[in-house]
């Protein structure tokens, strides 16, 4: 009986560790454009200073429409342990 609990413990916990990475989330922020590569750009935190640089995918298609060290309101979305993806930007006042 205990190992039918404990195997069963084992595999809710399985189940619930892969759900659990497969979750979208949303992130917004203010940010500072550190660097623009073909397909991601990075940037900085303009509320945060303490927080790390992050990379966010971007289309390509806007590489061209935004600048370097300019300000921006962005949102992403991400999965864990992925790479954040851009699904809007706008210039900050």
């Known amino acids: 009986m205990k190992k039918l609990i404990l195997i069963s413990l084992f595999s809710l916990f399985v189940v619930l560790t892969a759900c659990s990475s497969s979750v979208k989330s949303l992130?917004?922020?203010?940010?500072?454009?550190?660097?623009?590569?073909?397909?991601?750009?990075i940037v900085k935190d303009v509320n945060n200073p303490n927080k790390?640089?992050?990379?966010?995918?971007?289309?390509?298609?806007?590489?061209?429409l935004i600048?370097?060290?300019?300000?921006?309101?962005?949102?992403?979305?991400y999965y864990k342990n992925q790479t954040p993806?851009?699904?809007?930007?706008?210039?900050?006042?």
């Not at 992130?27 to 750009?41: A, H, Q």
């Not at 600048?67 to 979305?77: D, W």
């Not at 993806?85 to 006042?93: K, N």
């Open 27 to 41: 992130g917004t922020e203010e940010v500072v454009i550190i660097e623009i590569n073909e397909d991601s750009m």
């Open 52 to 64: 790390d640089q992050q990379t966010i995918k971007i289309p390509k298609i806007i590489t061209s």
């Open 67 to 77: 600048s370097e060290q300019n300000k921006y309101h962005i949102s992403y979305e």
């Open 85 to 93: 993806e851009l699904v809007s930007i706008s210039p900050s006042e």
